[in-house]
């Protein structure tokens, strides 16, 4: 069975551009879930996306956003750069909220992001 | 707001020893989970154990358990008979409305 797969693996920009990373979750699971983690800080949650619909999202500026498709994989966006979001972000997938119950999280490899 | 806190940046165990992980937590949520992850070198996270709030029996999955305090609100993990392959970043993690996690504690196991 496929895990979870990310990409870029790595993405390099520059101020002020816009970032687009993707995620495919693994077969069956219909949460997605996104996170930043920048060295020395763990993991802070961005976003959670089931069924195609945003369920939550931490507290992240309105740059930050994204969506999940049909299919069920999902797109993090990342507009006007700025160096502090240079971080690994990492996309989770899980089985969804009608399965009962908060899912264990299956975790990606990541996309490093460097802002230059 | 949900927190989650990890005291210890670092911890050593030798190998084949025992070795307990601690985490607090806050929350004014009654329904949650509380997970502990870890994420090796390579980076990729892997679980290692889940707890329900709802359930009053500690979480086992071989070597490793919990020791699950809600009042105190505290989830801390044992690894019993730490094995080199346990050398890694542990993250405890709550579930709930949002998700939280920890720091990350880094453990290394000593041949």
């Keep these: 069975e496929a895990g979870v797969t990310q990409s870029p693996t790595h993405l390099i920009k520059t101020r002020g551009q816009q970032a687009t990373l993707r995620c495919s979750p693994i077969s069956g699971h219909t949460s997605v879930y996104w996170y930043q983690q920048a060295l020395g800080l763990g993991l802070q949650f961005l976003l959670w996306y089931d069924e195609g619909e945003e369920r939550n999202r931490g507290n992240f500026p309105p740059r930050f956003s994204g969506r999940q498709f049909p299919n069920y994989s999902s797109e993090l966006n990342v507009n006007a750069l700025e160096l502090e979001d240079s971080a690994l972000y990492l996309c989770a997938s899980s089985l969804g909220l009608d399965t009962g119950g908060y899912q264990p999280q299956h975790f990606g490899d990541g996309t490093r992001l460097s802002i230059l | 707001a949900q927190t989650v806190t990890q005291s210890q940046p670092e911890m050593s165990v030798q190998e084949a020893e025992t070795v307990t992980l601690s985490c607090t937590y806050d929350t004014s949520e009654s329904d949650y989970y509380l997970f502990w992850y870890k994420q ?8 290692v154990i889940r707890q329900e709030a709802y ?12 020791n699950f305090q809600k009042a105190a609100k505290s989830f801390s993990l044992k690894i019993s008979d730490s094995q080199l392959g346990d050398a890694a970043m542990y ?6 409305n949002q998700f939280y996690f920890g720091t990350g504690t880094s453990l290394t196991v000593i041949p």
């Design chain 2, 55 to 66: 359930k009053q029996q500690n979480a086992t999955e071989n070597r490793f358990s919990v």
């Design chain 2, 40 to 47: 090796p070198p390579s980076r990729q996270m892997i679980l």
């Design chain 2, 91 to 96: 993250f405890c993690a709550y579930g709930g």
